[in-house]
């Protein structure tokens, strides 16, 4: 009973420090930043694209495209690739109107590849995609080639080292059977084949072109120490010199540590103690699990009077190799997950599950090394009894090794939790930004306005010394509206509270309807007023859209807006010739909302909008001909709804011989 | 006999480790890292039958305005637009040569001011949201207008 509690003593220690990550390379170059951002609305056309990623792009094996409106690429110029960051030059002026930045980036830290796309517009809004506004990255699961791959070389490296330092050095079995060995130097040379094909065919590459590129060169390195060691394995079949096997052992630890300077563990700023880390991690697993296996072949062959001695230094070499897995598990897992305060992203993201997943795996391996350790290895002194015992508990050990191996394998091939959670958290609209400056230029102030659309906003501003870029002294700042186009609405006056530094803010409506409106900044200082002009376009409320497709029905396009109204909109028949626009209103119960009036438009491919003559056939149901030609077509459907609000749904739609 | 036993314990290990890493590779298999696809909303069906009465198929009607007479069995033309939707509730669109002229909340329209010559009217049973049933519910009629 002392010996059970000792044991379950032991395996709950070693949960609380468990071996939590063994990542060895799990890396994946997610989008960090851009300029544009997702979303942006310029009111000047960019000169460059500026994407930053989670991890250094192979630009060799990457591609970035800029896409208008139409699909058509937009010709970029020579990428500069600088650290995590890659800027493109645009080589043309964009006119208005949305823009697709559409990425596809291999990471050179491990080759792991991941696409996504953004759009941004210039003059206008972007109009949403029908994926929605907050498109996230994919990024290939784990293929099983890729398991498979990554199972075989882990196992084969683990057996070629233990054999030199456990097998025979421990248990001093000087010659272990050469079908083990064999197989174990297979195992690692088929399962780096494995691996790198999956990682080229996930790619897309070919296995030269992946093999010559700053991420698939580090697998050279790899396969260069196998090679050494699958060789250095032949010599031993060939002469049983011991120092070919322990050649062997030298070199399957330098493939390990090819891995770990190839790894996600090189890619932080902290890369030396991570490397290290990671290299101490690998050899220590290899000792231990590699061990066990070899514990569980060799027994029999090892002298019985001998036996004692030999399983109780192997279960000491197996407890310091379990420590320092978990010492450096614990490393290796707080850098992946992004730091000790970022411990629920265990149970946010796939990666986190599948770490959870190996740790519960682990604790039971631990728990059955306790049992080893505690309760068979001194029965091991009594004889075949105790042996049988130490045996079966062995080879349960080999079983979730075995597991571990495998969620090690699929692991890799996730984004670490600390990038996919921070992509995982989608940016709101980014605010409308205006800046202006006095007649006088005295006075500097860049407003900020959130979120930017037609009705209730923040407004932010900060007021700056036009020539020290100094905070203004002022003791009241105060935004006047005026509706450019339509003089009928009354102008109002916004009065804003100091915030802090230079910034002051307030909130309201004043930009109630959709029109060109002035800003005029009014700043009062004890020696006067001073008045800064702006003229801002407010965004008009777009919606999720939702793309409904089947067989022999008209794709539908159904915008919901945030107060639950929609506009439902398809063209019928959907294909090149003539057809009709249908669109149809929704109240947020499901009834149709009567609309004061509607625009329909349609912009096809070659350029110039076509504004449709659109028919009222019921109090929200309006629908318009259209002669559609072959391309993709864009659609603006503006409604007014008779409380004044006003419903944006846009849509784009291919049209080609087989479409419809 | 020891050696015996050995080599089967071995091939045992093997054995065991072969499946594990099977189980681990067809784990790592479920779930495709392919993009969604769009919402698969299935429209609704409908048993109701349409068929144009007037103008005929291959008729000759006097114009400019022709008259339209309808028959629709197991289902009613219902004025009110809604998402609420009915399989046997529906409303009428009428197309004369590809183009929408009305849509209709009876069973009996009139076009006014066709040209004389050859048209081809064609009149749809939609849901009440006035998209299609699926499968689409239309009849056809091809008529020809002499003053």
Redesign the interface.
Known sequence: MRRLGRAAFVGLVAAGIVEAAAPWAAAHALLESSRPEANETLQAAPSQLVLTFTEPPDPTLSSIHLLDSSGTDVRLGTPDVSGRTITLPIASTLADGTYTVSWRVVSRTDGHVTASSFAFGVGQAPAPTATGSRPEPTSPSPSALSVLGKWLLYAGLALLLSAALVAASVLGVTRPPRWVLASAASAALLGWVAFVTAQRSAIGASAMAFLSSAAGRPYLWIAAAIVASVVSTIAWLATKDRRALWAAAFFAAGAMLARSIGGHADAGSLSAIEVTAQFAHLLAVGIWIGGVIWLLLLLGRIAPLRRPDAVRRFSTTAGIALAVVAATGVIRALDEIGGPTHLGRLFDTDYGWTLVAKIVTSLALITAGAWNRYVNVPRTANGPAGERSLRRVLTAEAFLAAGIFGLTGLLTGLPPASSASAQAAPSGPRPLAVTGSDFATTVRARLEISPGTVGPNRFAVRVVDYDTGEAVDAERVSIRFSALSNPDVPSSTLRLGYATGATWVGTGSAMSIDDRWELLLNVETRAGSTQVPMEVSPRVPTGRLEVTRAEGQPTLYTTTFADGSSIQAYVDPGGPGPNQLHATAFDPNGDELPLHGISLIAIPPDGEALVLDAQPFSAGHFAADVAITPGTWRFEIRALSHAGGILDARFSQAFDGADG | M?TN??RW??A???A??AL??A???????S??????S??????PSSTAKLSILAPENGSVVPGPSVDIRLRLEDARVV??????LQPDEGHIHV?LD???V??NYGLEDTIRSVAPGSHLLQVEFVAS????F???LVAVSSFEVKT
């Open positions: 020891t036993r050995s314990r071995s045992i290990a093997v065991a480790l594990t890493l189980a681990a590779a067809c784990g790592a298999d779930g495709s890292g392919g993009p969604a769009p919402a698969a909303t299935t429209r004025k009110p637009t809604s998402s609420d197309l590809g183009k929408l009305s849509m949201d006035h998209a299609p699926d499968p689409r």
